[in-house]
Nanobody, 121 residues
């Protein structure tokens, strides 16, 4: 059974923090990698942070390095995205995703429904 359920989005002022959660089914959590992607109005979907569920290695887009941290809880089959020092340009719909292949936007096998993050200046 495929399941990816995001939560934790909301509205914050610049400099604030949010933590996104992605609860996965056992099957989905067995994927090669899980990650967070985002899409702002009028822009293409882009990768933000990816974690390899087996080994825990993580990778980040340059624009979020040092501010966003991806982590996992194997017992809960959940992936988190801690977002600190948020900027207005972080405003987007954030999607949790799972892939058994390439850990890129084109390689994703399953997407969550998305959670909105809005950062005001």
């Amino acid at each position: 059974q495929v399941q990816l359920v995001e939560s934790g989005g909301g509205s914050v002022q610049a400099g604030g923090s949010l933590r996104l959660s992605c609860a996965a089914s056992v099957y989905t959590y067995s994927s090669k990698c899980m990650g967070w992607f985002r899409q702002a109005p009028g822009k293409e979907r882009e990768g933000v942070a990816v974690i390899y569920t087996g080994g825990g290695s993580s990778y980040y887009a340059d624009s979020v390095k040092g501010r966003l941290t991806i982590s996992q809880d194997n017992a809960k089959h959940t992936v988190y995205l801690q977002m600190n020092s948020l900027k207005p340009e972080d405003t987007a719909m954030y999607y949790c995703a799972a892939s058994w292949g390439s850990c890129t936007t084109k390689g994703v096998n399953y997407w969550g429904q998305g959670t909105q993050v809005t950062v005001s200046s």
